[in-house]
């Protein structure tokens, strides 16, 4: 076929109109609060089984370091939609709502010429579920949903489904039946969004006790904070192979381990640690065979050379890490994500790509391969095309991390930290409490705060006048605050005034 590029100039917007040859599909699989090593072929956890995200590692590439920019779910969807940090598009919590005006890529698409379809969990500050601009189908639910026996609002239309359903199904359903119902000569951009594997973790039942009998896998800096009243206590002094600085760990951090986010009072005691690991390890199951389940079809309709499928977690997860569960804070496990993608013609099957990227390099990253590179000019992410066709390529150094103290989960501090290859600097702000210096080589787990070191100082002053420069120069010298109201939960003390 000839390849046809036709540019329309059409109510101030340059229209490009390519041929379905020309313009790839685009494929977005979001899960929710995926840990980046927690899949089969990593080798982390043993007994995990993953075939579905082992098959993409090996027919496209695997991004070992994938970060987001804040570990928490409305600003790091934000980021992901804008190509933008936190500070910028402004959504810094689950409660903020979308400031008007916001524009999020997939209406970009939209405008020219990309069939869209939007499938599962938006949460986007208010938790709302009604239709969003940029998708010509929406299907949603409020808030964080429910594993079992979901609503959706379908189109505007709240649709109770059949008794018995399972969430990641019924998203992966309706995906499906979508691609098929689609306009052959258009591409489309379909966006799957999984609740999935958000606690509380709820596997589907055909999953339920498969790994029951899996190992658990408790890293060595679970113990650093473990007091006598702690279960853990009697485990801290397991040999430990790396230097550990005991006094230098920051007290919110100590604190924080007796606590809703914390393994000595979990959830507020309501669930032990070995179960809450096996059943995230199901729960994730559904996941993967929704990933398989949409590489089939495209690869059943002969549409793998010219679409572009993207895996990617929203936020990472803790288990035991420095006495912690969940995310928000800025080490390894909370920032980093697992990110798989696979695109004939660019990627390489069965590599491994060593570059750093995050969620705001997705926005520019498909809208350059739509063919619409300057169409979103706030965007301060990257194009991710250049390292797909050549990972050897010079490529970005450092990660900037950013997290806005939070009214509902109180115990964790605004954070600022930038990442290199091998030197992290945590920035704890607005508590009476010490900073963060981590040598990543040597200190994988995080467990030796290098901030007092006289041998590392000039690094800790150069990593923290870089987090600094980078606050300046995007706009991030302010913390937005935005008026916000929490439901009423029994674990949370509510402020009335």
């Keep these: 076929m000839k390849k046809l590029t036709l540019l329309l100039l059409f109510s101030g917007l340059i229209f490009q109109a390519f041929s379905q040859e020309d313009r790839p599909n685009i494929i977005f699989i979001l899960s929710d609060d995926h840990r980046y090593d927690f899949m089969g072929f990593t080798g982390a956890v043993e007994g995990l089984e993953t075939p579905n995200l082992d098959r993409m590692a090996r027919n496209g590439a695997h991004f070992p370091n994938a970060f987001v920019t804040t570990a928490l779910c409305s600003p790091s969807r934000a980021s992901i939609l804008t190509g933008q940090y936190a500070h910028a598009h402004t959504i810094v919590d689950n409660s903020a ?7 999020f890529f997939p209406e970009i698409l939209q405008k020219n010429g990309y069939q869209t379809g939007f499938f599962g969990k938006w949460h986007m500050g208010d938790g709302d579920d009604m239709p969003q601009e940029g998708f010509d189908y929406w299907l949603s639910f409020k808030g964080q949903g429910v594993y079992n026996d979901p609503t959706f609002n379908i189109n505007g239309e709240q649709v109770k489904q059949p008794d018995g359903s399972y969430t990641s199904d019924r998203l992966t359903d309706y995906a499906l039946e979508w691609l098929e119902d689609r306009e052959d000569e258009k591409p489309f951009f379909m966006y799957l969004s999984h609740k999935a594997v958000h606690a509380e973790f709820t596997p589907a039942k055909r999953h339920e006790g498969v790994h029951a009998n899996t190992p658990i896998v408790t890293p060595p800096s679970m113990y ?14 397991k040999p430990i192979t790396s230097p550990v600085n005991y006094q230098d760990i920051p007290e919110w951090v100590r604190k924080q381990r007796y606590s809703w986010h914390g393994v000595d009072y979990m959830y507020h005691g309501a669930i032990p640690f070995d179960k809450f690991y096996r059943l995230y390890l199901e729960t994730l199951l559904g996941v993967d065979e929704s990933v398989g389940r949409i590489l089939d079809w495209v690869e059943e309709n002969g549409l793998t050379e010219n679409t572009l499928i993207v895996y990617m977690g929203d936020n990472g997860f ?6 912690l569960i969940d995310k928000r804070h800025a080490y390894e496990e909370s920032m980093k994500v697992p990110f798989l993608a696979q695109y004939p013609k660019m990627i390489q099957a069965g590599s491994t790509n060593e570059n750093i990227v995050m969620n705001i390099d997705l926005a520019p990253t498909f809208l350059e391969l739509a063919g619409l590179p300057d169409s979103k000019p706030d965007v301060q992410g990257q194009s991710l095309l250049p390292i797909f066709s050549n990972p050897n390529q010079e490529w970005r150094d450092k990660v900037f991390y950013e997290y806005y103290w939070e009214m509902a989960y109180p115990s964790t501090p605004t954070i600022f930290a930038v990442r290199t290859d091998r030197y992290k600097y945590i920035f704890n702000q607005g508590v009476w409490d010490i900073n963060e210096l981590y040598d990543l080589e040597n200190d994988p787990y995080e467990m030796n705060n290098l901030i007092r070191s006289e041998a590392h100082q000039e690094i800790a002053r150069d990593l923290r006048d870089a987090v600094f420069t980078w606050l300046e120069t995007t706009g991030g010298e ?3 605050l935005k008026r916000i109201s929490y439901p009423k939960r029994d674990h949370i003390y509510q402020r009335t005034y």
Excluded: C, M, N
């Excluded at 904070?225 to 002094?237: I, Q």
């Excluded at 803790?318 to 006495?323: C, D, I, V």
């Design 97 to 103: 709502p979308v400031p008007e005006g916001t524009k």
């Design 224 to 237: 650093l904070t473990a007091t006598k009243d702690s279960p853990y206590f009697s485990d801290r002094e």
């Design 318 to 323: 803790s288990f035991g890490e420095h006495g």
């Design 478 to 480: 302010q913390i937005p």
